[in-house]
């Protein structure tokens, strides 16, 4: 059985170690990819502290991964040898519900196989990115345009179409007015977007150090949300309130800066899920609250192609595979996302 090098939790509560981990031979419809680089989620955190109780332990996480096909099974056609890709939240689904028929695997009626954590079809555990190469069918596999570097694009992964779906599916595009509430790895990318999608861009957060980066990206302001003036002063401004924070947030409080009609999206996932509101928040101005996960496989490929177009990629730090533990403790302080340089990977 064929074997990588990876970053390893044994159990919940232990430190990463350098182990070997199996990946199977190549299948007829399957690609090995050969990592070069892997960004690092909160999501990755959450399963290694097993924070939702699901985790799969020995686990190796990392979703965000990019690298270049080392080989092809028989039957792949989209790659070959050489081609620079990427693999995101995901490397199976069932394929034949209605949400896999229509592009949406991450929706897939038997839930999708999650790229670490996870039983796939075979029963065999799922192991991420953080590791020297991975084996994945060849339709979950994205390619990356060549003027995307590998390591800033590892984070457009998840973090990237994370955002880019709500955004594209709620019709943001000149005109509206959308909220973004945190600026980290997936609100930096959140703001970066919406302005290149012709939005009038705010960033709500807590951090004004970063103001000059918000408008920098594309914002045309910073509004501190410390300073409850300037919150209630945006009462009813947006269409469109992006959450990327991973916390329990006061949702009556969100819901009253939308217009009529605007939508709450929730794409962060605190450890603790409990969220209430009062009905009337949503009543009086006919708002929505909705929760969006990734995306599917060819909307994940549009928004790879789209951000080439526009020149839009994650701000990362690059980091050895020896600083990831470090890096999950200061996840909050990445500017904007830490990306792990597995050719460091064993060194010290």
């Known amino acids: 059985m064929p074997t ?8 919940k509560g232990a430190p990463f170690t350098l182990t070997a981990v199996e990946r199977r031979p190549l299948r007829p419809d399957d690609v090995r990819i050969d ?107 994205l390619a990356v345009p060549d003027t995307l570097p590998l390591d800033s694009a590892a984070p457009l992964l998840c973090a990237g179409v994370t955002v880019y779906s709500p955004l594209r599916r709620l ?13 980290g790895g997936l609100g930096h990318l959140g703001v970066k977007i919406a302005a290149v999608m012709g939005a009038e861009v705010t960033l709500l957060g807590r951090s004004p150090e970063k103001k000059d980066d918000a408008l920098a990206f594309g914002a045309a302001r910073f509004v501190d949300t410390r300073d409850s003036g300037q919150v209630a002063a945006l009462g009813g401004r947006f269409d469109l309130l992006l959450n990327t924070v991973p916390a329990s947030l006061d949702l009556d409080v969100l819901l009253g800066l939308l217009g009529l009609g605007g939508t709450l999206v929730n794409v962060g996932a605190p450890a ?77």
């Open 35 to 141: 990592i070069a680089f892997c960004g690092v989620c909160h999501t990755d955190v959450h399963f290694g502290h097993d924070d939702w109780g699901r985790t799969l332990f020995p686990l190796v996480p990392g979703h965000e991964i990019t690298g270049v096909v080392s080989e092809v099974g028989a039957a792949v056609t989209a790659f070959a040898p050489g081609d620079r890709v990427g693999v995101g939240c995901m490397v199976g689904s069932c394929g034949t519900c209605g949400p896999c028929a229509s592009g949406e695997e991450q929706y897939c009626v038997e839930g999708f196989v999650a790229t670490y954590s996870a039983r796939d079809h075979d029963g065999s555990v799922t192991q991420g990115g953080y590791s020297s190469s991975i084996v994945v069918a060849e339709r979950f596999v």
């Open 171 to 183: 019709g943001t595009g000149p005109g509206t007015r959308v909220g973004v509430l945190g600026m």
């Open 272 to 348: 603790d899920p409990v969220a209430s509101y009062n009905t009337f928040s949503l009543l009086s101005a006919r708002r929505g609250i909705v929760g969006s996960s990734i995306g599917g496989v060819r909307e994940t490929q549009e928004m790879l192609d789209f951000c080439a177009r526009h020149g839009i990629a994650a701000e990362i730090e690059r980091i050895p595979a020896a600083r990831v533990a470090d890096a999950w403790q200061n996840l909050p302080r990445a500017r904007y996302r830490y990306v792990i340089d597995i050719a460091t990977l064993g060194t010290p």
């Open 4 to 11: 990588a090098t990876a970053l390893c939790l044994p159990a």
